[in-house]
């Protein structure tokens, strides 16, 4: 992922969202340019991937950067209900931060799995981008990414 993010030119915007599996961590002032100050856990290796291609690529784990009460923070709960974590990240372009006004989980929401899910859907509320305000020319592009790794599969075919 890291090199198709490097391919596209800088002008181009990128969202990419998805299950991290990572933990970002809390109170690490030394990565504010990619992740805000509202986040759960302590940071895991997953984690340092996802900071580290964020860095690389010039983008902003959104979904750290606006204050809510935990349980709008949180996006995955196990099956059994107790155990609950943040998991899954909505990255931007540096360049659009500005341009979201909100961001947060929405528990309860039909997530649209017919075998239902454990994740919860994140949510971002934007502004409308003007071509003046990225300084992108008519006709380039936003890039949007989901990421999602499978499960394992067991057995055989």
Known sequence: MQALAERLPRRDLLIVAGDWNGQTGRGDSTNSHLIGHFRLGSRCGNGARLLNFADQSR???????????????LTWYSNNGHTASHIDYILVSSQIRSWVHGSGSMCGAETGNAYGSDHVLITVQA?????????TAAGDLVYV????YPAPQTGGP
Not at 128 to 135: F, I
Not at 145 to 148: A, F, I, R, S
Request: no cysteine; hydrophobic share 35%; proline share 0%.
């Open 127 to 135: 502004g409308q981008l003007s071509d003046a305000e990225v300084g």
């Open 145 to 148: 990414y989901y990421v999602h």
């Open 59 to 73: 983008l902003f784990v959104i979904n750290t950067g606006f204050q809510h009460r935990n349980k709008h923070l």
